[in-house]
């Protein structure tokens, strides 16, 4: 498994030749799943940074008064 992830990390960035329309239409399928990983992994966090609950707007209201 580690050897996998160490394969894929250093491959990042190539240039990837292909020679048949499957072998491009499977390394586009593969890049646009990295890209949703990446977007579901990121939009939770970026939703609780946007969206914030009352109680943390009152503490950050607090905050600003007291400076």
Not at 20 to 33: C, G, P, S
Request: net charge negative.
């Amino acid at each position: 498994m580690l050897d996998l992830l160490k394969q894929l990390f250093s491959s990042t960035g190539d240039i990837v030749k292909v020679y048949t329309l499957v072998d491009f239409y499977n390394y586009i399928k593969a890049v646009e799943y990295l890209i949703c990983v990446a977007f579901f992994a990121t939009f939770p966090l970026f939703y609780k940074y946007i969206i914030k609950t009352p109680s943390e707007r009152e503490s950050d209201v607090l905050k600003r008064s007291e400076e």
